[in-house]
């Protein structure tokens, strides 16, 4: 198929009569059997009239400009207004792509704009099949010419429009998708100014990334229904005696009938992006034993895991070492006091860990990062520019001046193909260079698109001599859709390894899972502007465990922690695991986790966001469909049970056969969900209070009965103006757990059971708003308060009738946590890869006071 990327010039092919032109119409239609533009000979030029599907059923009428140039050194912008037609329009075929050129040369008035080129060719393409329609421009200048800004597309239509930003589609008419094929552009609607710049509601979280366009966005003459897609490319580059500059592609699509129009997106970007991939990699940046890199002593860890790993099934696809593998006075070269011989022992390493069955991936920043570039500026290469919110950061080399951009362009593919890498963490993406001389203009805008075009073209060398090769960027990406042509995954912006405790929790592993889930929340918890991205897609920093002392945590706290890793969908498995800090068991039930996601895969890349902000006690869980299975895991952050409302429709992905369906629970024990549910309807399933929950959904209808709630005896009454009172009677069939918890706010009240003082079994507290500063940028609450936990086993009294006396300290709650043994229904047993850790129990939690 042609590239059209890489589009210059009309391609050398058979000329066809131009189809429904006439001079009587003075209209001509680009087209194939479900998408056609129809343009119409205005003042001796051509102007798109209306986009309409394959049968002209579905119209959306237009009045286009159809490119706008804005100069840098003026505001008086050209459109097509301002050319003339050269020749009639060309119609000519390559492959199964068909081209329509139409090209201009410029009114007299226009020249003395210093953006006017002396030649513009407009292609527009349209490939057999597609439900899409492609335009690219390319201008020619006589002599060294500078754009400010190109509108790929400019004009006004009718009907509701969304979406839009920082390589964002504008969705229209709820029909129509439009966009620039680059995560770097900019897309406007509504009025041709909305969205502003950087005001996505997810746009400014976490370790985002900023550029100032400092107003260049901006159309001062805005009109209603006016629609832009720019970029900002700079200069003009020699091409052979003339210099030439070739905009971005830009995309029209139209979804089917009974479609919605981000479905029809998301299906064509499926048609251009790296298809999803599931990657296991054990990665060493928090692994003190595994950072020596010397001799077979990283092979040595491998062949450990291996050893555990065998028994389950479970093959790491690759080794990552993390930043501090290379020789940082150098560009990309190993370090010699891992590797003395350079590549020839980087080479040896990853031929041995392939020999052992696994494959080898690193950590790179493209930029430099992190290396010493006091050692590079002494070398000739130079130093990016950083604009006030980057400063705050470290330095980095320009992508876009030429010593570095030849030398990593070079180097980064020769180093994958040298190693045989089967994987590259791209971190510290800042992609911003303000500073003269680096083949763009001194903006932070064109900089911007100057460093992303090389770290563009450096990921698709990379590609090109390692088709297999999966590419991960980190920190300060966004969430443009278009990554994903050149990505697997895309960091999700947090913290490197946060704790939240913002809200009440006893479990420390439950607040790591909190602060990876608020972020998701921060950025997916709002239907009405959320990313394209799908989650599945996201780094979120994998499965952390590296201390010794992480082997006492409970089995069911540690699994928990696992499944809600596994059940956002990510599909980039990242494993920072001491091979010290786990037990048999958690090696048990982490294979089991992971088992169960492979089998699930598909229904799991296809995972939304449900629920609360979780750090403020909310109920949230993901789920996903592939066409008649879906799987749904979900958690409570606080004590009370929480009902979670979920559309069982497109919205949340389902498309599958209309009817009944019912629920398996899979976890954290096997049994039918109570209630059967019909698509077109809300889901609604409850979850116990600080419980995380996975289920299964398959057609067909629940037979199982609600299990009635035996209540327990208890009463608490005021004993004086300090001092509480609770009588209970602790049901005699507990198992497991029979947790009194209390939660302070800010201090635990003195207790006593039975009289007696009884040791705390667990304590924790709150880490209120703690982010990494670094990223935590939309991220507090504003809810949250100060407090401490404590969790007291009571186990010992089951059956009997205790009596709590509370010695207040202020305001505190306290709930009983327990685990209520119940009849096995073997014949509930499913074939899931989950272990039921509580298979005989149910778990249940009531406020006492």
């Keep these: ?128 099949g597609d439900r899409v329609i492609r335009k690219k421009i390319r201008m020619l200048f006589s002599e060294q010419a500078t754009v400010d800004r190109l509108e790929v597309e400019r004009f006004v239509a009718k009907g509701d429009q969304q979406g839009g930003g920082r390589g964002e589609p504008v969705f229209v008419d709820h029909s129509w998708f439009f966009g620039l094929e680059y995560p770097g552009g900019y897309s406007r609607c509504r009025n041709g100014n909305f969205p502003a710049s950087f005001s996505r509601y997810y746009d400014k979280v976490g370790n985002y990334s900023f550029i100032d366009l400092e107003g260049r966005d901006i159309e001062p003459d805005s009109l209603n229904g006016l629609i832009r897609l720019m970029h900002f490319p700079g200069y003009a580059l020699p091409h052979q005696q003339q210099f030439e500059l070739n905009s971005k592609v830009s995309v029209v699509g139209v979804s089917s009938p009974q479609q919605d129009v981000r479905q029809a997106f998301m299906q064509y970007l499926s048609t251009i992006w790296k298809a999803p991939r599931s990657f296991l990699n054990y990665n060493n940046w928090f692994d003190q034993k595994a950072k020596n890199l010397k001799g077979d002593n990283f092979v040595e860890v491998y062949k450990q895991y291996k050893n555990i790993l065998d028994p389950y099934g479970i093959k790491i696809d ?316 979900a958690r409570n952050t606080g004590p009370a049970a929480q ?57 067909g209808t629940s037979s199982a009965d609600k299990t009635p709630e035996r209540n327990i005896d208890f009463s608490t009454t005021k004993v004086s103006a300090q001092t509480l009172k609770t009588v209970l009677t602790i049901p005699a069939n507990v198992k497991r757990r029979c947790d009194l918890l209390l939660i302070g706010y800010p201090q635990i009240p003195d207790i006593s059971i039975n009289g007696k003082t009884l040791p705390f079994s667990r304590q924790t507290k709150a880490l209120l708003n703690n982010f990494a500063s670094y990223a935590i940028s939309g991220m507090p609450s504003t809810k949250a308060a100060d407090w401490k936990m404590a969790a007291i086993d009571l186990s010992a009294y089951a059956g009997q009738t205790v009596e709590i006396v509370y010695s207040q300290k202020g305001k505190f709650e306290s709930h009983l946590l327990y685990e209520k043994n119940v009849e096995q229904k073997s014949s509930w047993l499913l074939k899931t890869e989950l272990l039921p850790l509580t298979n005989d129990t149910r778990r249940g939690v009531i406020q006492l006071y």
């Excluded at 343009?39 to 159809?66: A, C, H, M, P």
């Excluded at 976890?667 to 209070?689: H, M, R, W």
Aim: charged share 20%; net charge neutral; with cysteine.
């Design 1 to 128: 198929m042609l590239n059209y990327h890489q589009l210059k010039r009309p391609l050398i092919a058979t000329v066809f009569l131009l189809l429904g032109y006439s001079a009587k119409s003075q209209q001509i239609t680009l087209k194939n059997d479900l998408i056609q533009r129809t343009f119409s000979y205005q003042g001796k030029v051509w102007r798109t009239i209306k986009f309409s599907n394959g049968d002209g059923s579905r119209v959306l009428n237009v009045t286009s400009e159809e490119f706008n140039i804005l100069p840098l050194d003026g505001n008086k912008t050209l459109s097509v207004a301002d050319f003339t037609s050269l020749g009639k329009p060309r119609f000519y075929k390559h492959g199964d792509t068909t081209f329509l050129e139409i090209k201009y040369k410029p009114l007299s008035a226009a020249r003395a704009n210093s953006a006017c080129p002396e030649l513009l060719v407009v292609n527009h393409f349209v490939a057999k």
């Design 318 to 633: 690759a080794m990552v070492p993390d930043d501090g593998w290379q020789d940082r006075k150098g560009i990309w070269n190993p370090s010699p006091a891992f590797f003395p011989q350079g590549d020839t022992d980087l080479e040896l390493l990853s031929q041995k860990l392939k020999k052992e069955g696994t494959g080898f991936g690193l950590w790179l920043s493209l930029n430099s990062y992190n290396n010493n570039i006091d050692w590079g500026l002494k070398n000739g290469y130079r130093e990016a520019g950083r604009n006030a919110y980057f400063k705050q950061y470290g330095r980095y080399y320009s992508l876009s001046a030429t010593k570095y951009r030849d030398e990593i362009l070079k180097r980064i593919p020769e180093l994958a193909k040298k190693a045989n890498l089967v994987y590259f963490k791209h971190d510290f993406n800042e992609l911003c260079d303000l500073s003269e001389g680096n083949n763009h203009p001194a903006t932070d805008r064109h900089g911007h698109e100057a460093n992303l075009d090389v770290a563009l073209q450096v990921l698709v060398a990379t590609k090109k001599v390692k088709p297999e090769i999966f590419q991960n960027l980190t920190n300060w990406i966004w969430f443009s859709p278009w990554w994903l042509q050149y990505a697997d995954y895309l960091w999700m912006l947090a913290g490197d390894d946060g704790i939240n405790g913002n809200t009440p929790e006893i479990s420390t592993k439950a607040m790591f899972s909190t602060d990876r889930d608020t972020y998701i929340w921060r950025l997916y918890g709002n239907p009405a502007d959320q990313p394209l991205v799908p989650i599945s897609r996201l780094m979120t920093h994998g499965i952390l465990q590296t201390s010794p002392a992480d082997k006492e945590i409970p089995l069911q706290d540690w699994m928990d922690y696992v499944l809600m890793h596994y059940g956002r969908g990510t599909l980039l498995k990242e494993w920072y695991i001491s091979l010290d800090a786990m037990t048999t068991e958690q090696w048990k039930t982490l294979s089991s986790v992971h088992s169960w996601a492979k089998q699930h895969e598909a229904a799991l890349n296809n995972v939304r966001f449900v629920g609360g902000r979780p750090d403020e006690g909310n109920a949230y869980g993901y789920i996903g469909w592939e066409k008649n299975k879906g799987v749904f895991v």
């Design 643 to 699: 009902k979670l409302v979920i559309p069982f429709n497109e919205a949340m992905g389902f498309y599958g056969a209309k009817g009944t369906y019912k629920a398996n629970v899979v976890y954290p024990y096997q049994d039918l969900y109570p209630a059967t549910f019909k698509s077109g309807e809300n889901i609604e399933i409850e979850i116990p209070g600080y419980s995380t929950m996975a289920f299964e959904f398959e057609q």
